[in-house]
Every structure is written in C-alpha cells, then in structure tokens.
C-alpha cells in the first residue's frame, strides 16, 4: 500500500506570514504552483494561500442584499460573510489572506484515503505535517503519478 511519504513532494517552497500579496504573485507565476504554505520560524504549519485567493482579490466586491425591517437593516448573508470578504480583499500580506483552517494529511496515511479527502473537498494539494512541522506537499498529480508504480 502506497502511502503520503511515498508519492509527496518534499522539497516544498514555503513562505512566512509577512510574505506581501505581490511576491506571492512572482512566486506563484514563476513556480507555476498553485498553493503555498505559510510557516513560522521552526517549520510549523500556521496556514495556506492558494493562487485563487489570490485571483478573488480583484474580484468585486459583492454587497449582499438586506431586507429592511421596521428601521432596521438585515443583510441576508451575515456580517461576518462580508467582513470576510472585505479582509479579503484588502489583504497585503500572506498571513492577512490564508486560510487557518488547513486540511492536513501525515506522511504514514494511504494515498487512497488523501484521494478521498482531496475529491470530497475540491482541493488541489494538501499540507503534509509531521505533529505541527511541515514536511511536505502532496497534490492530484502525485496521486496520478502514483497510478504508474
């Protein structure tokens, strides 16, 4: 059974919290990547930016439609949805645009279960983590790569 540490990459370009949104952008065109994890000093995971995150900063920003109510306002998709999206937009550094929450995977789990996690999440690559250390990536073209052995 193939697992994680077999097929990932390890030799993963990662960068720091402070990265700006413009040296992401040289390294996602350079690299042509299209994720990037974020560690602090010691290599520990603290979150990800892909290039769509990216590509939703020059998107415009959608106002959610309200129903007023007596006197008052109610947007219907919540504050926070739009608190969100202005963060979001208004990001210039690496940390003020990832996303904390990261689905991670280990070096000893199946590629088969990594597959499942990938198709029912709609992801692309995935953190490999060994407790909170980053020590690799592993993406649909590794799991298709895999296919071959």
Do not use: C, Y
């Amino acid at each position: 059974m193939l697992t994680v540490a077999d097929i990932m990459t390890k030799d993963v370009v990662s960068i720091k919290g402070a990265t700006t949104v413009r040296e992401m952008a040289g390294i996602f065109s350079s690299l042509r990547i299209g994720t990037l994890p974020i560690v602090d000093d010691a290599g520990n995971l603290t979150g990800i930016v892909t290039a769509s995150d990216l590509v939703e900063q020059d998107r415009p920003l959608h106002i959610p439609t309200v129903i007023s109510l007596f006197d008052w306002v109610i947007p219907l998709g919540g504050e926070s949805s739009l608190q969100r999206d202005l963060d979001k937009i208004s990001a210039q550094t690496a940390s003020e645009l990832a996303s904390t929450d990261v689905v991670t995977v280990m070096p000893s789990d199946s590629v088969s279960s990594v597959a499942d996690i990938m198709s029912s999440k709609k992801l692309h690559a995935l953190p490999v983590i060994d407790g909170k250390k980053l020590v690799g990536m592993v993406s649909r073209i590794d799991i298709i790569r895999s296919m071959n052995r």
